[in-house]
């Protein structure tokens, strides 16, 4: 089955259908079809005989994908859309052709040390000590539960067998309750209030409440950018209130954490760097594709006593106690690199060029709710625009004559350009995005009410996926 070069057509296919998804400008929404249908379509494609690969890919070119949903669509609205870089999207390719192992250093040091310097870089933003580590896993619920996993370790061998319980917010992601049921732990849910945050007072109330009730609290979760509205939490709050009663402080920043990356907004996640643990999500807001969860710990030694694994098998890998060994660090063993995706975008286009983007975005979102005539009766964090610092502009006569040429060759896997758009899918039509420049007034107004001043989840969304269809890490930088 695995002759290399045997079957070139297939590869040469394979990588048309690929670049010609990365060429849509914008890709097809699409949407899902009924079981019957699919079936009527598709039929039994898996036999004794096979059906050859370039038939199984005209059955997902023609009918699969079709039937699934484009994430980086920018009608793509009512759920969090994904806008990889061009870089990371065929960086994920070579990791999947590199049969990377990621669990350990002995047999993927190379990758390993790749996304070690992106785990330094996001620990180091967030104000977090030299010694912190962590590794990248599947998603925010994986990265939610090694952090909390470990948190109740440290939290028995303290205080043994008790009957414990977390401290979140009633606008916490749901992933915190589905871990708590995972662990047999209880959670305390502190009232988030008009602002949707919570803070000192309001944790303080649910744990003492927690208390009264028979309960021992052992962690209390901050977030940053809560899924429906963007809001951040008072996470200097949290980490005071973390500290008077000896709780791990975690914070689960998956939708919105990315936005520490731009100087200006730094104030609204201020406290994190007291922080045991915390949690970013590349294919949210970092540019990358699916699948990554970005986990940090402040003391990494806590989690590698939790799940490091021990065998026969494994004492090669465990045989020298420096090495970094990412499976050491979460609920995992075999594991992907799924991190390098990620660095090779940073490592192509620069960290500048994140900040650009996604300041860009947040400037995007307060046009577009100002636009649309917010009623969250809040100032509003709108900055005024100042001239670009810097012009980061890929030559674009030369890409769109590549992609001119590329697109006029006849294609075997033709599609439309764009599908109708659902109303369970699309409640805003992008309009024309602005024209994005570099830098925002380096003080701004008003009351701090979270990473996109709070305003419906649609606005945030509105950015994401308008500058999804944008490649916007090549127009990010682009000159007023």
């Not at 809560?226 to 005071?240: H, K, P, Q, V, Y």
């Not at 975005?361 to 005024?384: G, T, Y």
């Not at 697109?407 to 602005?434: L, Q």
Request: charged share 20%; with cysteine.
């Amino acid at each position: 089955m695995h002759s290399p070069g045997e079957d070139n057509g297939l590869r040469d296919a394979i990588f048309q259908y690929a670049t010609q998804r990365l060429d849509y400008n914008p890709p097809p929404l699409d949407g899902p079809q009924t079981f019957e249908k699919l079936s009527e379509q598709a039929g039994l494609t898996i036999t004794e005989e096979g059906m050859g690969g370039e038939k199984a890919l005209n059955v997902f070119a023609d009918v699969l994908a079709p039937a699934t949903i484009s994430t980086d669509h920018p009608g793509y609205l009512s759920f969090i859309p994904a806008a990889p870089t061009e870089a990371a999207s065929l960086f994920d390719l070579v990791v999947s052709a590199s049969s990377i192992y990621g669990g350990s250093w002995l047999e993927g040091a190379g990758a390993v040390y790749a996304e070690n310097q992106v785990l330094e870089l996001l620990a180091s933003e967030c104000g977090l000590p030299k010694t912190s580590g962590g590794v990248f896993v599947q998603g925010g619920t994986l990265g939610n539960l090694s952090a909390l996993v470990t948190a109740r370790e440290v939290a028995q061998k303290k205080h043994g067998a008790k009957d414990y319980t977390i401290i979140c917010s009633t606008e916490s992601h749901s992933s915190v309750k589905s871990v708590a049921k995972v662990i047999g732990v209880g959670t305390s849910a502190a009232d988030s209030g008009e602002t949707g945050a919570i803070n000192y007072e309001s944790a303080k109330a649910a744990y003492e409440a927690a208390l009264a009730g028979g309960q021992t609290p052992f962690a209390v979760v901050g977030t940053a950018g809560t899924t429906n509205f963007g809001i951040i939490d008072d996470l200097a709050g949290l980490a005071r209130l973390a500290k008077e009663k000896d709780l791990w402080f975690h914070i689960d920043g998956a939708y919105g954490l990315a936005g520490i990356l731009v100087p200006e907004l730094k104030e609204l996640y201020a406290g994190i760097e007291h922080a045991d643990s915390l949690i970013v999500d590349p294919h949210k807001w970092l540019f990358s594709p699916f699948d990554a969860c970005a986990l940090i710990y402040r003391n990494p030694a806590l989690a590698k006593e939790v799940f490091s694994q021990h065998g026969e098998y494994l004492e090669p890998v465990n045989k020298n106690k420096d090495e970094w060994n990412p499976s050491d660090h979460a609920i995992n063993l075999t594991r992907r690199a799924r991190g390098l995706p990620l660095w090779f975008s940073l490592a192509t286009h620069g960290v500048a060029t994140y900040r650009d983007a996604i300041r860009a975005n947040v400037e995007l979102a307060h046009q577009a709710a100002k636009d649309r005539s917010c009623s969250c009766n809040k100032p509003c964090r709108i900055p005024r625009r100042l001239p670009s610092r810097r012009s980061a502009r890929v030559s674009s006569n030369r890409r769109a004559g590549s992609r001119a040429k590329r697109t006029s060759e006849k294609s075997r896997f033709t599609r439309p350009s764009a599908s109708p758009v659902s109303a369970a899918t699309a409640a805003i039509k992008p309009s024309e995005p602005p024209k994005i420049v570099s830098r925002l007034a380096p003080s701004v107004t008003g009351t701090r009410c979270g990473l996109l001043n709070s305003h419906p989840s649609v606005a945030q969304r509105y950015v994401l996926a308008t500058s999804s269809a944008n490649s916007p890490l090549a127009t990010a930088a682009l000159s007023s």
